[in-house]
């Protein structure tokens, strides 16, 4: 028990230490096509790295497999450069975000509804759907942010949050799991198909806090400077406008009926219909004047 109470407070004065001196990058971006968590590791390692040596600190790379702790860490300060998924942010309310991530030169990637035993999503009725991590607002970026608010809150039997895009493909190739929806590009599992492809959504963006001007214009030169690998190839500047567009789409759209308006085109002949019209007859002599 004593040996435990040491421990936790090394790693606590150590976790100080690092805030202290050190500039950490976390990241949270479990849409991305890492290969694996050895992968997620290096780049956040790397990118560290670069930011530590741009502004002459150490940088510490961490990253985080659930949204809560990596909420729990950003709101605590533990995280001054975070590379997080555009949907999570979009999601919880956005951030200072100084940069979006690209893949062969787009910024954005659309999305696939990957399916087993389905041709169409109406073949998915009462059915459960995977999707990599929201921060709990999964169900709100499925049904309005990628369908628009045209399906009822109860058409799926249930929409879950997968750890990863790559674990929801597996559960899914597993038979844990109906239908999956993840970042395109990816291969199905076998005995599944892509069935619908929905509007692009934003790559990961960068968001900076915790530091002066003059230290957040250096980690932006880092992070536009950077070279990443094939998940997320590089970084450039901005990127915030996205996460605003897609916040937007998470509200469900307002649905109005349809207008009941009358015909005004009337014809001729309904106006004619059922009259009578003559012309009386005058005497022209009437219409003469006589000459003086």
Known sequence: MIRRIIVMLVIAIASRAARADGIAVGLFAPSSPFAGTAARVEFANRLARAVGAAVGKPGIGRVYGKASDFASAFKKGEVQVAVVDATYLA???????VAVGARSGDTSVGWVLVARGAASVLELRGKTVLVPSVGGRES???RNALYGGELAKDFFRAIEAAPDAASAL???GLGKA???V?????SPPSGTQVIATFAPVS???VVVTGVDDATRAKIVAAVVAFEGDAAIGGFRAGGADGVKALARRFAPGERRGPMALPDVRIGLGELLAGRGFAIPRADLKTLIAPAE
């Open 91 to 97: 999601a919880i309310g956005g951030g200072n975000v």
């Open 140 to 142: 709100e970026f499925v």
């Open 170 to 172: 597996t559960s899914l």
């Open 178 to 180: 109906d239908a999956a």
């Open 182 to 186: 993840v970042p395109a590009g990816v």
């Open 203 to 205: 790559l990961p963006v």
